[in-house]
C-alpha cells in the first residue's frame, strides 16, 4: 500500500515533480522486512515495539512515500560522501566490505536472529592512528545535529549516549560483536553542509545488557512483552508502527 502524498496549494503544485514522486513510490526498494532483530533498533525503549517487529515482521507496514525515500536516500548519499572524502585523507583506511564475502561488513548473535551491518572499520584517525575503529554515519536535521555538538562540547565520551540512546546501543552492540572496541561516529546535515564526529569507547555492561534484551525479545515466543505505555497518546506510542495492534480493541494486557 502507497500512503497518498498530501495535497498541495495549486501554486505550489508542480506535475513533472508529483510524477517523479510517483515513480519514486513504484520504484521503492526500501521495504525489506526483516526477519530478524536488528542491532540498529536495539536501543528502542519499548521493548514490546521490538517484540512485534521480530515476531510479527511485515504485519502491517506500509511502503514509504516518496517524501520519506527521498531523505533516506539524501542520507545513503552523505555517508558515500564521507566515506570518499575520508579516504582522500592521508593516512586513513576505511574499509565498508567483508573482505571474506565482498558484502557489507555484519555481526550477528543466536543462530542469526540478531544482527547488524557495520557502516565500515576505519584506521589512521589523526587523534589515535594505530587503532582501528568501527565507523558510523548519519545524516541528521540542524536542530538534530545542533544537539550533537552541545553533548560533544560538554563530554565526548558520554555524547553519543546523551545525544541519541538508539545510536549508543547500536555502537556498543556494533563493538561488542566486532572485537573493535572504538567507535568513531560521523554525524552531518543534508548535503553534508556540517559535519562533526566523536568517539566513544566501548562499555561491557552496557553491551551484556543490550545482549539480554535481545534474549528477552526473541525467546519471548508467545506473547508480547511489556509496551512502554499503556495510554495510546503517549508520544512514543503515537507514531508507533504497531500503535495499533498494541492499543486495539480489545487491548492486550499491559
Known amino acids: ?52 517487529a521480530y515476531h510479527e515482521a511485515g504485519v502491517g507496514i506500509t511502503k514509504n512515500d516518496a517524501a520519506s ?12 560522501t564521507i566515506a570518499r572524502l575520508l579516504r582522500q585523507t592521508p593516512g586513513v583506511t576505511l574499509s565498508v566490505t567483508d573482505p571474506k564475502t565482498g558484502g557489507q561488513l ?10 547488524g551491518h557495520l557502516d565500515g572499520v576505519i584506521r589512521g584517525l589523526v587523534n589515535d592512528p594505530s587503532n582501528d575503529y568501527v565507523w558510523e554515519a548519519k545524516c541528521v536535521n540542524e536542530k538534530k545535529f545542533a544537539s550533537f555538538l552541545a553533548k560533544k ?17 547500536q555502537a556498543q552492540a556494533y563493538m561488542g560483536y566486532s572485537g573493535i572496541h572504538r567507535h568513531y561516529l560521523t554525524v552531518c546535515t543534508p548535503g553534508v553542509r ?18 539480554s534484551k535481545a534474549a528477552r525479545i526473541i525467546n ?7 509496551r512502554i505505555s499503556n495510554d ?10 504497531s ?12
Open 243 to 254: 500503535h495499533d495492534r498494541c492499543h486495539g480493541t480489545p487491548p492486550l494486557p499491559a
Open 1 to 52: 500500500m502507497v500512503l497518498p502524498m498530501a495535497k498541495m496549494p495549486k501554486n505550489l503544485y508542480d506535475p513533472t515533480l508529483a510524477e517523479v514522486d510517483r515513480a519514486i513510490e513504484r520504484n521503492d526498494e526500501e521495504l525489506v522486512v526483516r526477519r530478524y532483530l536488528g542491532m540498529s533498533s536495539i536501543g528502542i525503549e519499548c521493548e514490546r515495539r521490538l517484540w512485534y
Open 194 to 211: 556540517q559535519w562533526n564526529a566523536v568517539i566513544t569507547p566501548f562499555d561491557l555492561d552496557t553491551f551484556e545488557a543490550i545482549r
Open 153 to 169: 562540547d560538554i563530554d565526548e565520551a558520554g555524547a553519543l549516549r546523551a545525544w541519541d540512546a538508539i545510536y549508543y546501543a
Open 106 to 115: 555484519g555481526v550477528e548473535d543466536f543462530d542469526g536472529e540478531f544482527r
Open 220 to 226: 519471548a515466543k508467545s506473547y508480547p512483552l511489556s
Open 69 to 80: 525515500i527521498r531523505i533516506f536516500q539524501s542520507g545513503h548519499d552523505a555517508e558515500a
Open 232 to 241: 495510546p497518546s503517549w508520544h512514543q506510542c503515537k507514531f508507533c508502527p
